[in-house]
């Protein structure tokens, strides 16, 4: 076959790292699926005939080079499969987020001109059918899972195993144009296209060329010394710029293993069964375990609850330390090991994190208390700070570094510096070419030497070297009278509690700072039943005087340590309302990755907000919620507004 | 009405596969079933709908095989049956669910739904034991099928949880995937929404379409819930008081008057 193009220091596109990886790792497991109750797997050759039939088959079907493939569905092989066949062709894949609705999938397809899409099942089937009439350019569905399907229009669908059969047997006729065509991708050929999820306005297409992905893969896997031999685990959205370089370029880069869970509800038994030594997860999921062992751990019996907090105290004060490799007394050590027999170990099993060799979390600030526990575990959960616009790696925590207030150091090959206004920007051979069709914002975020504007404020630390990250850019504002005033570093401070889901801070350019709090429906309806307050709805719990009597002290706490900060002590809470119905991204009130998007909910509860700075005791509300299939209904709601304790700012006091 | 013919949704109806003939059943001197006979097609959704007491679960429990009427004939797939043994019927592909889930409680999910698979198995007690050669090949291919349903039916994550651990509707689903794991030709559903909340009763017809449409099940089954029935079935017998006073299309069966009067309730004479 042709040579496809390599550089010295390796192959250039991510086809080539597959062929590469076929004839280095031939046997090695490259991805494995859990169907039918048992692990399935694919090594390197197989997958790289099942990808390369794949591509003949989408060749038979006219794909043009720089043609646009969404692509749809939970993770599995074999839509992973599809992004780097669309690539093999010459095409350029366009994963989406599976559970978007059919307004935001034709938004994105009309706006890139998709002429295929490969998806997972009927839902998706469904959703595109919906929305067909606004996307002229589409002509051919392909899909996975037959269920359901088989009574549909054919004309412009077909099977995924089809499609593949098809390119089989075509192989003679267009193995030789498609090898043509792979052999002129280099390093400057697109790679993939992802869409942002966009906290303001419409998503915008973020077009990754081979170099974005392959040198990050290569940088970030020497980073953390990620090896053939490694696991992961594949459950976060495939539209997610995370997932496609860990499971996409990292696992092309090193020839590790990805793994795909059954369904999403098995995810968790999937999880213990891979044991993954490679890891990710954003905080919220390793909040929500920590929630779950809390609340078992009320319901064992007194002889385990006494081993598990003694045991923990312990780690507590010796596990990370252990972990970073310092110094710790050989009794304590030897205290750890045995915990590590009877407490750890299984722990970790039953968490499947036993093997965990790197972890990571990002996208939000992790609790302290949340990430002191998994370390002093000893799990090597780390920090990272990255984009869609850099492809993922900004700043990273190196091993023996590790703090869950900064985001770690520069990753090989960025560069960063920090504008007056605070704002962050970077450098690095990850910056994304440009967003497509929109040179504008291509300009606003990316200037002519190549630095790229990150929408966030923060610092370096004196010493460490570590960057910090206070808030969104945007979202820094001055209050009235001009202290700063930075929403995000309080709502975190917020979410700490596990009681608390989300909590949203207002007070820009205004006197004081007020809150939305939307209540943990997993916590505190156990807490309820524990005391044996009954509930109706989720609506009645979040309005119960002892809820929000629990939430009033946490916004206390929450006032004398934000009190302690220079900077910000201005953005205490003076008055806060908890929330009738959980934001929620169906509603557009949060993005798909759950980012909160301020200026949807200032105007959506408009009444509630003047509510809270006019002094009222209370406010009546009606809210709009859609479902998830579509429909639209609402909640009514009066929501008692309380006043917080505001701890005096010392700082400003002594100097007037 | 021809041999065979296709509906509206693009399904084929095959020609008649079970007949009851003037079926009568008696318990001393009560008459649970007074003369009924009806007959279901290949492939079609058939209920058997009625008022409590009617005598639709006797009527279920009579093609089942476990009441032996007293008087008229089953005929099945072209030959009059003999009074059978519930498990003779079984091995001639009719399968069931109960009103009252009748799992084995202590049982995992998948041990359940293997149960299903016992008619399907060849080996002996011996072979079984020593689980060597055919016996092991045959559970493989048996576990294989389980798989496939408890795919199909969507209760992966419990495959290994005991049943007694599972919440109602779900338990009601590994009924359905148990009666499905014998293969069946004729399906029995015995109220499969009976106790159901809203949501839960609209993943519980989907299933029993899917199952329609994927493996072409003849499907016969009695339920309360008029809007359900209506909704699933392509033909509704309606028995009142053991007899039959309607038989039909749903619409058809919904504007006939006695139907109307044993629903809504008419001053009798």
């Known amino acids: 076959m042709a040579e496809l193009l390599t550089r010295a220091d390796g192959p250039a596109s991510v086809p080539a790292l597959l062929h590469r990886n076929a004839k280095q790792f031939a046997d090695a497991p490259a991805y494995r699926e859990k169907e039918y109750g048992i692990w399935q797997t694919w090594t390197w050759s197989q997958t790289r005939d099942e990808v390369e039939a794949l591509a003949l088959g989408l060749m038979d079907m006219g794909i043009n080079e720089g043609d646009f493939v969404a692509i749809i569905g939970r993770n599995r092989p074999y839509l992973y499969w599809a992004m780097v066949a669309a690539e093999m062709c010459g095409a350029v894949p366009v994963p989406l987020y599976q559970d978007a609705n ?323 920007f970077y450098r690095s051979p990850g910056v994304f070419v440009e967003y497509y069709k929109n040179p504008e914002s291509t300009a606003d975020t990316k200037d002519a030497e190549g630095w790229v504007a990150t929408g966030d404020a923060g610092f370096i630390e004196e010493g460490s070297g570590h960057l910090r990250i206070i808030d969104r850019a945007k979202d820094v504002g001055k209050m009235a009278d001009g202290s700063l005033f930075a929403p995000k570093y309080v709502e975190n401070k917020l979410k700490f509690f596990p009681n608390i889901l989300e909590a949203v801070v207002f007070g820009n350019e205004r006197t004081a700072c007020t809150a939305f709090i939307n209540i943990d429906l997993t916590a505190v309806g156990n807490w309820a039943e524990r005391n044996n307050i009954g509930y109706a709805s989720y609506q009645e719990l979040a309005q119960h005087p002892q809820v929000l009597e629990t939430i009033q002290n946490h916004v206390e706490e929450v006032n004398a340590s934000v009190a302690q900060d220079d900077m910000l002590s201005g953005c205490q809470i003076h008055r806060f309302v908890v929330l009738h119905k959980e934001l929620d991204a169906d509603d557009g009130e949060l993005t798909r990755t759950r980012k909160v998007r301020r200026r949807i909910i200032e105007e959506k509860y408009a009444d509630i907000i003047a509510a809270l700075y006019d002094g009222s005791k209370s406010v009546s509300t009606e809210t709009e919620v859609t479902y998830e299939d579509g429909r639209k209904g609402s909640i009514k709601a009066t929501l008692g507004v309380r006043d917080a304790k505001v701890m005096p700012i010392a700082a400003r006091m002594a100097a007037e | 009405m021809s041999d065979s013919y296709v509906t509206a949704d693009g399904r084929t109806i095959g020609p008649v596969v079970m007949e009851m003939k003037n079926i009568t059943l008696r318990f001393g001197g009560v008459e649970a ?224 008057q006695a139907v109307i009067d044993a629903y809504l309730g008419v001053a009798h004479d």
Request: with cysteine.
């Open chain 2, 33 to 256: 079933i007074k003369d009924i006979s009806f007959d279901i097609r290949e492939g079609e959704i058939r209920a058997i709908i009625g008022p409590n007491g009617a005598g639709k679960s006797s009527m279920l429990n009579v093609i089942s095989g476990f009441y032996v009427p007293q008087d008229g004939e089953v005929w099945y797939k072209g030959s009059r049956r003999p009074a059978m043994k519930p498990y003779q019927v079984a091995q001639q592909g009719i399968a069931r669910t109960f009103q009252n889930i009748a799992l084995f409680e202590g049982m995992s999910v998948l041990d359940n739904v293997m149960t299903g698979r016992l008619t399907h198995m060849k080996t002996g007690l011996f072979s079984q034991a020593l689980w060597k050669g055919k016996a092991e090949a045959e559970e493989v291919a048996n576990r294989e099928v389980a798989e496939k349903i408890i795919d199909f039916l969507e209760i992966q994550a419990i495959r290994k949880t005991p049943v007694s651990r599972l919440p109602y509707g779900l338990k009601k689903r590994v009924e359905l995937a148990r009666a499905l794991a014998a293969e069946p030709s004729i399906l029995l559903l015995d109220e499969p929404m009976a106790g159901m909340n809203v949501e839960e009763k609209e993943d519980m017809s989907r299933f029993i379409l899917d199952v329609n449409d994927e493996f072409g099940t003849t499907i016969a089954l009695i339920e309360h819930d008029m809007g359900v029935v209506m909704d699933l079935s392509d033909r509704v017998v309606v028995m009142d008081y053991g007899k039959k006073i309607g038989d039909g299309t749903p619409s058809e069966v919904r504007n006939n």
């Open chain 1, 102 to 424: 059919a307004e935001e999938m034709a938004y994105v397809m009309s706006h890139c001109g998709a002429r295929f899409a490969i998806v997972g099942d009927q839902e998706q089937v469904d959703k595109i059918f919906e929305v067909q009439d606004q996307l002229p350019e589409f002509e051919q569905m392909i899909y996975l899972d037959p269920r359901g399907l088989r009574k549909y229009d054919h004309a412009a669908m077909a099977q995924y195993s089809d499609v593949q059969e098809r390119g089989r047997k075509t192989r003679q006729t267009h193995i030789k144009e498609m090898e043509a065509r792979q052999a002129k991708l280099d390093y400057d050929s697109t790679g993939v296209m992802l869409y942002t999820s966009g906290t303001t306005g419409k998503p915008k297409g973020v077009v990754l060329s081979n170099r974005n992905v392959i040198e990050t893969a290569k940088s970030s896997s020497q980073f953390d010394d990620l090896r053939q031999t490694d696991d992961i685990l594949a459950y976060l959205p495939m539209a997610w710029v995370g997932d496609f370089i860990f499971s996409v370029g990292q696992a092309m880069w090193t020839g590790f293993c990805t793994n795909c869970p059954e369904s999403a509800d098995t995810l968790h038994v999937d999880l213990r069964e891979i044991g993954p030594t490679y890891y990710f997860a954003p905080p919220r999921v390793f909040e929500t375990q920590l929630t779950n062992v809390m609340i078992r751990m009320e319901d064992a019996s007194r002889m385990k609850k006494w081993l598990f907090h003694t045991f923990m105290a312990l780690a507590r004060k010796v596990g990370a330390a252990i972990l970073d490799g310092k110094e710790v007394s050989q009794w304590d050590r030897f205290k750890y090991k045995l915990g590590e027999a009877f407490i750890y170990g299984p722990l970790k099993n039953t968490l499947g994190f036993s093997r965990v060799r790197v972890g990571y979390t990002a996208g939000e600030a992790i609790g302290p208390e949340i990430f002191d526990f998994y370390r002093s575990l000893g799990i090597n959960l780390k920090q990272l700070y990255g984009q869609t616009e850099a492809t993922v790696f900004i700043t990273a925590q190196p091993d023996g570094e590790v703090r869950s207030d900064t985001v770690g150091v520069t990753c090989p090959g960025v560069e960063l510096k920090i504008a007056e206004n605070g704002e962050v």
